[in-house]
């Protein structure tokens, strides 16, 4: 591949994307029908068992996640279409670690010093904020959900071991 100038491009292929989602999507459809089995997917004298919907929705996803992957292989040398150049992968990034390292952190130090953490890097990394703003914000938000799931709705949400010697 190569660009309009002719140098060669830096790009990833949409080969390599679409089989490996294809194959996520496999392993998940056979979780669900596993699952599905497990807690009986039959007709019951009063209905469809728990089991028969997810079933039923875990074979359509084994289907069509089976039927991508057969396309994108059969058509794999062929198939010269581009996913993303590196520029975009960087940018997809540096939003999908942070997220992923925050859903992460939430089992370890719990939601709101994670939701801290997570705001005040994408304000300062990003956004560019000042450290008095992004310290506000970061703050203000996780105090906010606390207060209203907390406090107002009676909701408990994922606390770490801070909240818990402080008592929240």
Request: glycine share 8%; hydrophobic share 55%.
């Amino acid at each position: 591949m190569s660009d309009p100038t002719g140098n060669p491009s830096e790009s990833v292929r949409v080969r390599w994307p679409e089989a490996a989602v294809a194959v996520v999507l496999q392993g998940l459809a056979v979780l669900v029908i596993t699952d599905s089995l497990r807690v009986g997917v039959g007709w019951a004298d009063d209905g469809p068992r728990s089991g028969y919907f997810p079933f039923i929705i875990g074979v359509l996803l084994f289907a069509s996640a089976t039927w991508i992957l057969v396309s994108q292989l059969r058509r794999w040398r062929s198939d010269r279409a581009e996913f993303a150049d590196r520029e975009q992968l960087h940018q997809v990034m540096s939003m999908a670690v942070p997220i992923t390292l925050y859903v992460g952190a939430i089992a370890l130090v719990g939601l709101y010093l994670a939701s801290i953490a997570l705001i005040a890097w994408f304000m300062l990394r990003h956004g560019k904020y000042g450290v008095l703003r992004t310290a506000a914000v970061a703050v203000g938000v996780p105090l906010l959900a606390f207060l209203v799931f907390e406090r107002w709705f009676l909701v408990p949400l994922p606390k770490g071991p801070l909240e818990a010697m402080l008592g929240f």
